[in-house]
């Protein structure tokens, strides 16, 4: 049996209309009215219909988490983390996180206005953004609130979060460069996606800046996996003038390709020298250890998670951009120096 407002109010011989004030903290309610309502709908195991609550404020309390197609899935460890940290901060906030993904690239941009329209989610977290992101300018147009995981190259204004993908990488092909190495590879996903651009260009202003010439037949896409690393690296290595050192888009590619140098006889850091992007928790337990690029995971979760609660309750972001700078690691994978 379903216990009501009106059971408490009869058991507490107070008005329906005080019994629900009480519950829902009103300062013109007492506090010992507030407490014996709360200890009674306690006792009688009153369950709060949220559905209705949430109708008369007009707000879903919820934010809509879209996976496209392609990139980020929950068995991704980098993308796991900045999940985690942002759900942690929209449950603190008494909101709801839904999940849903999109199996079809045709059908991404609807569900957002789909799940705002029926007042499912209050605001929309987009990830995985391209250079010409349709389902922002979809957002954008239909004024639907939203905090993006990345940038576009388009000269909008929206609320994001990104990391500087440029400047880490090019730390890391600095690095090799100091290391001796001419002749370096990258192996991404696709040019389309924001953060693989910006990786390239760092790619590309190290190599400029360094005085080296830039091989377009050294720059290749790739699956952003395991397998997709390695398939990358048989392509690379195949070359008759092949890479002395491979970076990877992110760290599952670059342990992909550590395989594949390692299933060809050769050593990894002393023949072909591999890195990646993330800092996931394998590369420093990899072997060899795996030199990276560390992204703030956790920070750009927690940022994320507490832009979005803003966004869903129709406040102003204070910091509506926020780009977040990459730390470099260097572990065995670079330099053999560590082994010792």
Partial sequence: ????????????????????????????????????VRRTAEQLGYVPNVVARRLQKQRADAIGLI???????????????????????????????????????????????QRVGERRVDSVWVVHTRCHDRRIAYLLERRIPFVAGGRVLEDWVFPYVDVDYARGMHSLVSHLIQLGHRRIAFAGESA??????????????????????????LIVESNPTQRGGYDAAQTLLSRRDAPTAIIAGNDMMALGVMSAIQDQGLEVGSDVAVAGFGDIPLAETSHPTLTTVRVPAQQMGRVVGQMLV????????????VLLQPELIIRQSTDLDLWL
Avoid: W
Avoid at 310 to 321: D, F, L, V, W
């Fill in 1 to 36: 049996m379903t216990v009501t407002l009106k059971d408490i109010a009869r058991q507490v011989n107070r008005s329906v209309t005080t019994v629900s004030r009480a519950l829902h903290d009103y300062a013109d309610v007492s506090p010992e009215t507030r407490a014996l």
């Fill in 67 to 113: 996976l496209p197609s392609y990139g980020p899935r929950l068995s991704d460890p980098l993308f796991a983390d900045i999940l985690s940290a942002a759900a942690d901060e929209i449950t603190r906030a008494g909101l709801d996180l839904l999940i849903s993904i999109v199996h079809r690239p045709e059908d991404e941009v609807a569900p957002y206005y």
């Fill in 192 to 217: 389309e996606l924001t953060a693989v651009h910006y990786q390239r260009e760092g790619f590309r202003h190290a190599l400029q800046e360094h005085g080296l010439a830039i091989y377009e037949d």
């Fill in 310 to 321: 803003m966004s869903a309750r129709g406040q102003e972001i204070s910091n509506p951009y």
